[in-house]
Structure formats: structure tokens, C-alpha cells
């Protein structure tokens, strides 16, 4: 995955992607809140290494899509009050398509999924 690296590029992905809402891991505005993407980028690039799920070696960017998928999938608001395990089995149904030709695994990155969508759905 190439890093987005700035805000405007992050706003026009957003954009393109909210006029294409069958696309897996659409990012779209909640109810009564938006995800700030520079803050979640930044927010894991400090603790991926802290997490229990994390394997010597990795890089961020080995944990990115991961992340992604996690927070923009908490952001729909078909899942606004949803637990990670009711939706868990649909999310893993779209990962190979939502990662493309990316060999990340189901199994290798559920839990930073997990994390990045308990984050934003069940804020602490």
C-alpha cells in the first residue's frame, strides 16, 4: 500500500470514495461525528508496536490496510452500535477484496482490525 501523505490527498480518496458506497471500506461521515484521518494515521503509527497482536519486525505499513479497514468499516453507518464480532464474519468475507492483491491474511490482521474499529465505534 502506498501512504497517503497528505491531507488533500486523504480529502479527494474520501470524496471518490463516498460517490462509490458499494466499495468495500467506504469512509463516510457518522451521525454525529467524522473520523479525523491524520489523527488515526498518527495515532497508530505510535502504538501498532504496543499491541499485543504485533510480530517483531513489522512495519506500519505491514499493519496500514489493516487499520484502515478497521476504522473506515466503524465509520459506516450500517454499523453505528455494532459490536465487532456482528459484523465480523461480513468483514472478513470482503478483505481479500478490500486488500486487492495484498497477501495480508484474515487470520494475520483480524486483531488490528478489531482494534482500529473498537477505537472509533467504542471510544474510550
Given at each position: 500500500?502506498?501512504?497517503?501523505?497528505?491531507?488533500?490527498?486523504?480529502?479527494?480518496?474520501?470524496?471518490?470514495?463516498?460517490?462509490?458506497?458499494?466499495?468495500?471500506?467506504v469512509?463516510?461521515?457518522?451521525?454525529?461525528?467524522?473520523?479525523n484521518l491524520s489523527e488515526e494515521e498518527a495515532?497508530?503509527?505510535?502504538?501498532?508496536?504496543?499491541?499485543?497482536?504485533?510480530?517483531?519486525?513489522?512495519?506500519?505499513d505491514d499493519y496500514a490496510l489493516a487499520f484502515h479497514y478497521g476504522w473506515e468499516s466503524a465509520a459506516k453507518p450500517e454499523?453505528?452500535?455494532?459490536?465487532?464480532e456482528e459484523i465480523e464474519p461480513e468483514l472478513e468475507r470482503n478483505w481479500s477484496s478490500y486488500i486487492g492483491s495484498n497477501k495480508n491474511t484474515w487470520q494475520d490482521f483480524k486483531d488490528a482490525i478489531r482494534d482500529a474499529y473498537d477505537r472509533i465505534r467504542w471510544p474510550k
Open positions: 500500500m502506498s501512504e497517503i501523505k497528505t491531507d488533500e490527498e486523504m480529502q479527494r480518496k474520501i470524496t471518490a470514495a463516498q460517490l462509490d458506497d458499494t466499495r468495500p471500506g469512509l463516510v461521515r457518522m451521525s454525529s461525528e467524522t473520523i495515532y497508530w503509527k505510535e502504538k501498532y508496536k504496543t499491541r499485543p497482536y504485533y510480530n517483531e519486525g513489522r512495519e506500519y454499523n453505528a452500535g455494532r459490536k465487532f
